[in-house]
Each structure stands twice: as structure tokens, then as C-alpha cells.
């Protein structure tokens, strides 16, 4: 069993910056890959980032070259640096494991229950 549990969101102005972190508790935390989510209202969820075990990371389009996937196996924990925050980035994050790194959310068994990130204008 896992489990997952995001902090670090809050509300910000675009152009600021947070970083997000998933604190896993489970034996599998260093063999997975792990991944951000977010779900605006009325969206369905999207990829944001995934990084594997040994840290090679993937991300979306809509936030290459502001959000960075880290994670620290030694703290069983991932973090998600977001930089130049905009409206756009306001959502509901998740983090999540898989085996395997994958940008589609049905192959990640474990979710954290989210942290709200609000992006003003």
C-alpha cells in the first residue's frame, strides 16, 4: 500500500512561484516513477510532469520551461517547482505513482487526495 499527500499550494499572482510536495509513504516509493496531475473546474484531469526513479523527467507542453519535477528518494518525497505561475495553471494538483512513467492517468494505481493552486490575474 502507498500513500500520498500533497502540500504546498496556495493562492499566488501570475508570474509568482511554488513548489509542491508529495511526501509517499510505502516500499515501492524508490523503484516508481511518480507524476503531477491537475484538474481545473469543469477539465478533466491533465499531465503536468512525471520523473522516474532515477530522475529523468518528462512534462507537458503547456508547462515546459516553468514547472520542474525533483524528487528526493532518501525522503520518500517529489517535488514540483512551478515558475512564472499564470491563470491558466489554477487547479487542483495531484501526485501519483506508477511502475512505470506514463502520462495517462488510468496507469497510476496511488493518488494524493490534491493541493489547490489559484493563479490571480
Known amino acids: 500500500q502507498v500513500q500520498l499527500v500533497e502540500s504546498g499550494g496556495g493562492l499566488v499572482q501570475a508570474g509568482d512561484s511554488l513548489r509542491l510536495s508529495c511526501a509517499a509513504s510505502?516500499?515501492?516509493?524508490?523503484?516508481?516513477?511518480m507524476a503531477w496531475f491537475r484538474q481545473a473546474p469543469g477539465k478533466e484531469r491533465e499531465f503536468v510532469a512525471s520523473?522516474?526513479?532515477?530522475?529523468?523527467?518528462f512534462y507537458a507542453d503547456s508547462v515546459k520551461g516553468r514547472f520542474t519535477a525533483s524528487r528526493d528518494n532518501a525522503k520518500n518525497t517529489v517535488y514540483l517547482q512551478m515558475n512564472n505561475l499564470k491563470p491558466e495553471d489554477t487547479a487542483v494538483y495531484y501526485c501519483?505513482?506508477?511502475?512505470?512513467?506514463?502520462?495517462?492517468?488510468?496507469?497510476?494505481?496511488?493518488w494524493g487526495q490534491g493541493t489547490q493552486v489559484t493563479v490571480s490575474s
Open positions: 501519483a505513482t506508477s511502475p512505470i512513467p506514463t502520462i495517462h492517468s488510468y496507469q497510476y494505481s496511488y
Open positions: 510505502g516500499r515501492t516509493f524508490s523503484t516508481n516513477a
Open positions: 520523473i522516474t526513479r532515477s530522475g529523468n523527467t
